[in-house]
């Protein structure tokens, strides 16, 4: 399977990275093909509505020119992010903002997974990013075959101590 991992963190050994760490440790690398773009460290900027890519391609040369083959192969997708204001960071939204010059090409079958990581541990801190998930795969047809929202974890310190890390280890071992 061609699993794509997509990253929107700026804190490069922060909760989520890992959180994904985990995840991918449980991965069986024999048998998948994972690829990984931490897009916080990457030229990406974001969409400028110019329909340039009516002519096929984007017209934008930067980094995401490297992804756009990836995301198309790819069997499933890896969103890792911290939660921003309920959100995916902005840098990982502009990435998702870029598939709209290859959006006909994305509606195939993948699955995506979200681990996200945030200081506060009310319920109601994932609402808007489960609803924009959800809202996303059902646009594209993708099944989402799995969430991990580390609440409570604004620091590694937080996230080591807590059920999360497994829980990660766990999902990927399972995909
Ligand atoms: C700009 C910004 C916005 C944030 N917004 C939220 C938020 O809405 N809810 C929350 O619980 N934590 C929020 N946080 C805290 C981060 O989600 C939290 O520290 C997370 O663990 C950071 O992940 P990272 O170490 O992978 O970057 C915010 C942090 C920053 C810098």
């Known amino acids: 399977m061609n699993i794509l991992v997509l990253t929107g963190s700026p804190r490069k050994n922060g909760t989520s990275n890992l959180l994904l ?10 048998k998948n093909n994972i690829k990984r773009y931490d897009a916080a460290f990457l030229k990406i900027d974001g969409c400028s509505a110019c329909y340039g890519c ?3 391609k984007c017209i934008k040369k930067d980094d995401m020119q490297d992804i756009y083959n990836d995301l198309q192969n790819a069997d499933m ?11 995916f960071s902005a ?6 903002d870029r598939f709209y010059a290859i959006d006909e090409e994305l ?7 979200l681990l996200a990581t945030a200081y506060n541990d009310e319920e109601r801190v994932t609402m808007p990013i489960q609803v924009e998930l959800e809202a996303i795969c059902d646009y594209f047809g993708w099944k989402i075959k799995g969430t991990i929202y ?26």
Not at 107 to 113: G, L, Y
């Open 21 to 30: 760490e985990n995840f991918l440790n449980g991965i069986d690398k024999e």
């Open 54 to 56: 009516e002519s096929g």
């Open 91 to 96: 840098q990982l939204k502009n990435v998702i």
């Open 77 to 87: 997708l890896i969103f890792a992010t911290p939660i921003y204001y309920y959100n």
């Open 107 to 113: 509606h195939t079958k993948k699955e995506v997974i």
């Open 150 to 175: 580390a609440l409570g974890c604004g620091e590694v310190e937080d996230i080591k101590n807590s059920k999360y890390l497994k829980e990660a280890y766990k999902l990927g071992k399972n995909i």
